[in-house]
């Protein structure tokens, strides 16, 4: 075996030092991989007294200016090629992700949402960051906010009020209450549609239980009106679809329900204004940078609306 070094020590090994032992193995001289380096052949000289200062023992034999590899700088080599390969990697992740080209996000969202302007907005993220891998989830409210909150998902998509101190919220999606109605329907002609319009007209609402549910039962008890409620349904693309069929006329958030928009129907501003707005949502008061990068996409398509 080599013959050990008379110190030896616990310091950090220098990549660039590794690098140096790896060429002088792979080329024969300290002269090539000096160059290959380049650097001078006293400083790579320089950088393999002190790898070998730093690990304890010789890693060549020196016979008239000829280095021969060691039986200890054998045995390290491999390792060393190995650790060096994986530094390597580890820039270049670092620098997909600086760039955007690697990654993760989880984002949620009520159904609606991700059946209406989320997709959109979810492939035009993917066109500026094509390989980032993003995994949408949906949920009820409480289980959106629950799951943003454990940190399940990075962030996600609430409809205000929050009502809970321990997430972040910025506004997003402001938008009011609209009816769905068919093309051929009487009120189609209509500049907007009130409570009072909508007796014994058949009705399409989101189930019970929704606060925007309740805000519409609210507007027709002040009217005087008992809505006739001939469908419930949960996400705003079937009341959309129903619609469409003649089946009724629905009363539903306008921005979502303008994802739906086709010949059968139109979309009327149903009064009282009833806000229905959404914000961006994380457990954390600063989102990671792949959240921000979606919810500026967010903002950009929105605006562009």
Not at 252 to 267: F, G, T
Request: net charge positive; charged share 20%.
């Amino acid at each position: 075996m080599g013959k050990a070094l008379a110190s030896r020590t616990s310091k950090n090994f220098n990549p660039r030092a590794m690098e140096i032992f790896r060429e002088v193995v792979r080329m024969g001289s300290v002269t090539s991989a000096a160059k290959k380096a380049g650097l001078s052949q006293p400083a790579a000289s320089r950088l393999i007294a002190q790898f070998e200062q730093d690990i304890g023992f010789e890693l060549f034999h020196r016979d008239k200016g000829r280095l021969t590899l060691s039986p200890d700088g054998l045995l390290l080599y491999d390792e060393v090629v190995r650790a060096l390969d994986n530094i390597a990697r580890v820039r270049i992740l670092a620098s997909d992700i600086a760039e955007f080209r690697s990654g993760q996000l989880r984002i949620v969202a009520p159904p609606s949402l991700l059946e209406g302007f989320l997709s959109e907005i979810a492939a035009d993220f993917l066109k500026l960051y094509p390989k980032v891998r993003l995994t949408l989830d949906s949920g009820g409210v409480d289980t959106v906010k629950a799951m943003i909150a454990s940190r399940a998902v990075d962030a996600g998509f609430v409809k205000l009020p929050l009502e809970r101190s321990d997430l972040n919220a910025e506004s997003i999606l402001e938008c009011g209450t609209t009816c769905v109605i068919p093309a051929q329907h009487d009120l189609a002609k209509a500049k907007s549609v009130d409570a009072v319009a909508l007796r014994n007209v058949p009705l399409i609402l989101l189930g019970l239980g929704s606060s925007s549910r309740a805000q519409v039962e609210a507007a027709f008890a002040t009217a005087g009106v008992v809505p006739t409620v001939l469908v419930e349904t949960h996400t705003i693309g079937s009341a959309c679809a129903l619609a469409a069929r003649g089946v009724g006329v629905a009363i539903v958030n306008h921005a979502l329900a303008s994802a739906y928009v086709r010949d059968q129907i139109v979309l009327r501003p149903f009064l009282p204004d009833i806000r229905q707005d959404y914000a961006f949502v994380t457990a954390d008061p600063a989102p990671s940078r792949l959240a921000k990068a979606f919810l500026e996409c967010c903002k950009a398509s929105l605006l562009n609306k």
